[in-house]
């Protein structure tokens, strides 16, 4: 009788410690807000290729048409980490919300895409037109500063606040004239509206970054967590440029795109996870121009950018990625 008890306390141990092992090892759960489009490929490659499970990572995936809508839903509580550009970022940051910008994972430039029966050919032709763009993002942006190049103020355009999704129908019905986004949404309106559209060379006016970020109690107690998440990704960058067409096939099926129309626009997206000059100027500039332009609020002045660029968990898994310098 002893040892039948005896055996059972082992066999009651050994599961115990079993349970508490597997406890142990219990994947970590990270709620992703990304705006489902090519620009987030490097989280979208890490998600369908299981490089977030490799490193112990359970990610759920919640998808927005915007960068803006993802860090508003991290902001909200609603997700842990943001796929987002910089214009989202600068007006969280002028309204001193506590964020951590982790590192850029790519840079694109945004376009136009026009009906051709609107006769817009330059850019200058688009004094008294009807354009469509997305407040609040980098759309905006590259709005006014393609404006800007074309010697024209907004006073000279029509300008329409709507989502990236809507711009397609809006030109299809004649309610507007062209539509400055960042892809896929460029090359939708191509596929759906044919010979009646063509994009304009705005090459060089805007190239929009697309970062990753938390806040920053999130950070402080999940450091262990978010270098993980970074280490994922870094792999999937790898993987991107070792395998080119598999990553377009993977990304084009995640976003909803055909392979045949992504791939003559692959090289649009210059993929780095990294902190760089370019990461911090293209803040320094957005913040200013919102002051400048009065997108910001009352009072507000340009942030140290080194309260929100957080490097540390870049520094602990590639930290010759981290080349801002006093970072």
Do not use: C
Not at 294 to 305: C, K, L, R
């Amino acid at each position: 009788m002893k040892h039948g008890i005896s055996r059972y306390l082992l066999v009651g141990a050994m599961t115990l410690a079993a349970l508490n092992a597997g406890l142990a090892n219990a994947a970590e759960k990270i709620r992703l807000a990304q705006n489902l489009a090519p620009i987030s490929g490097l989280v979208i490659i890490a998600k369908e290729k299981g490089l977030f499970d490799k490193h112990g990572l359970d990610v759920t995936v919640s998808n927005f048409t915007s960068g803006r809508q993802a860090l508003e839903t991290v902001l909200g509580g609603g997700a842990d980490i943001a796929t987002t550009a910089e214009a989202p970022i600068t007006a969280a940051a002028l309204a001193r919300q506590k964020i951590s910008l982790l590192a850029r994972m790519v840079y694109s430039d945004d376009k136009t895409l026009v009906s051709k029966a609107s006769g817009i050919n330059t850019p200058a032709d688009l004094k008294g037109k009807r354009i469509a763009y997305t407040a609040g993002t980098g759309g905006e942006i590259y709005t006014l500063t393609l404006l800007k190049k074309a010697g024209l103020t907004r006073n000279d355009v029509t300008l329409v606040n709507l989502r990236p999704q809507d711009m397609v129908s809006a030109l299809a019905t004649n309610s507007i004239d062209a539509y400055n986004t960042w892809e896929p949404h460029i090359v939708n309106g191509k596929k759906a509206l044919g010979d009646k559209v063509k994009e304009i060379d705005t090459r060089g006016v805007y190239a929009e970054t697309f970062n990753l970020v938390v806040p920053q109690d999130y950070l402080a107690k999940n450091g262990k967590t978010v270098a993980a998440f970074l280490q994922a990704v870094l792999e999937a960058e790898r993987f991107l440029k070792a395998n080119r067409d598999e990553s377009i096939a993977v990304i084009a099926t995640a976003t909803g795109m055909k392979k045949e129309e992504l791939a003559p626009i692959w090289n649009d997206y210059i993929f780095d996870l990294v902190l760089d000059d370019l990461t911090l100027n293209t803040l320094k500039n957005h913040a200013q121009w919102r002051l400048d332009s009065g997108n910001a609020p009352t009072g507000a002045t340009i942030p140290d950018f080194n309260d929100i660029i957080f490097a540390a968990p870049l520094k602990q898994v590639a930290p010759e990625r981290v080349k801002i310098k006093g970072l």
